[in-house]
Nanobody
């Protein structure tokens, strides 16, 4: 079992930055690929970014490529999402998730956090 708790969301103006953190419980954190997804009101949850268990491989949705950076610290059982040049369309609840089966597909993830709200004002 892995429990995930996100933090770092908030309200920011367009062009600003936020860093999300996801703290994981359990001693097997380093064996999981980790991902960030987001869900805007009235829309389906979508893939944002993912990182392999070692941190050696990263994956991004086209909509955030070049603006967002995912990283992890296995010693701290934490994964991060650095979000720069934020746009109003980035407004959503952001979820972190843990997977043993893949990176970019929602159903490949086994454990989910409760989400953190990110609001970008224009």
């Amino acid at each position: 079992q892995v429990q995930l708790v996100e933090s770092g969301g908030g309200l920011v103006q367009a062009g600003g930055s936020l860093r999300l953190s996801c703290a994981a419980s359990g001693r097997t954190f380093s064996s999981y690929a980790m991902g960030w997804f987001r869900q805007a009101p009235g829309k389906e949850r979508e893939f944002v970014a993912a990182i392999s268990w070692s941190g050696g491989s990263t994956y991004y949705a086209d909509s955030v490529k070049g603006r967002f950076t995912i990283s992890r610290d296995n010693a701290k059982n934490t994964v991060y999402l650095q979000m720069n040049s934020l746009k109003p369309e980035d407004t959503a609840v952001y979820y972190c998730a843990a997977s043993t089966r893949g990176y970019q597909i929602l159903y490949e993830y086994d454990y989910w956090g409760q989400g953190t709200q990110v609001t970008v004002s224009s």
